[in-house]
């Protein structure tokens, strides 16, 4: 869920409004979205569910920014077959560590398209890079006005529904092949630092018939922590 995103998922920033002749990279860079925050750290629990089964998961999600280098870090800490299991993404590299095997794996780009640890997202979709979106105007869904923005890649579109009172994300629906295939919906925000952070938030996965739902805990939101656990020599001793 960054989430870079979903993990998705996952850290709000709110902005001012937009004047309608903004392009769409400065609308999306100055609504609030998942893991935007320079520096935060929290825990975060989440719960899959489908017609046959249904999992608990709970990891910690950090982010580290200082002016074009970006880091962001997943671990696991439940259930027990993944405790300790780690995703470093630095810059453009994913990089996976597997306490079983005592190894750490660079994530091909072959494989970017495969769901990580069922976070609902792929590691492509982690990564999310923004540079190529355009502005398809603007919708009115009930009350609430939307701009609505479009990411496209070799394999995928991503479609943003953005707020435009609040600036906040409040959907992405992720196609391929011209098929809704995911749609992530943010569920609701608080206020850190006067940041809105995404204390709630589920990604509906159509091609598995499944939901998987997240939950922050809010009193785990933090800033104070070492950038030094992005580094990939440290990666195996990953901490939830």
């Known amino acids: ?69 970006s880091s962001s870090l997943v671990c696991f800490s439940y259930p027990k077959n993944i405790k300790g299991t780690a995703i470093l993404l630095k810059n453009k590299s994913t990089l996976v560590y597997f306490p079983s095997l005592g190894r750490s794996r660079l994530i091909p780009k072959e494989d970017e398209d495969n769901e990580a640890f069922g976070l609902g997202l792929s590691f492509a979709e982690i990564q999310n890079n923004t540079t190529e979106l355009s502005k398809l ?49 943010i569920d609701s925000f608080a206020l850190f630092h006067n940041k809105k952070i995404i204390t709630k938030w589920h990604i509906i996965d159509y091609k598995k018939n499944k939901t998987t739902s997240y939950s922050v805990d809010k009193k785990s939101i933090t800033t104070s922590f070492s950038k030094r656990i992005f580094k990939r020599s440290a990666i195996s001793h990953c901490r939830p």
């Open 1 to 69: 869920m960054d989430p870079r995103r979903i993990l998705s998922t996952f850290v709000l920033l709110v902005s001012s409004l937009l004047i309608a002749s903004q392009s769409a990279q400065e609308i999306y860079e100055r609504s609030a979205k998942v893991l935007s925050v320079d520096k935060i750290k929290f825990q975060v629990r989440s719960l899959m569910q489908s017609e046959n089964y249904t999992q608990e998961q709970h990891f910690t999600l950090a982010r580290y920014t200082d002016g074009k280098d």
């Open 137 to 185: 105007g603007t919708i009115k869904k009930g009350t609430h006005s939307y701009y609505q923005l479009e990411k496209k890649t070799k394999k995928q579109k991503i479609l943003y529904l953005i707020d435009k009172k609040s600036m906040i994300i409040k959907e992405m629906d992720i196609y391929q092949n011209n098929e809704l295939i995911k749609k992530v919906v």
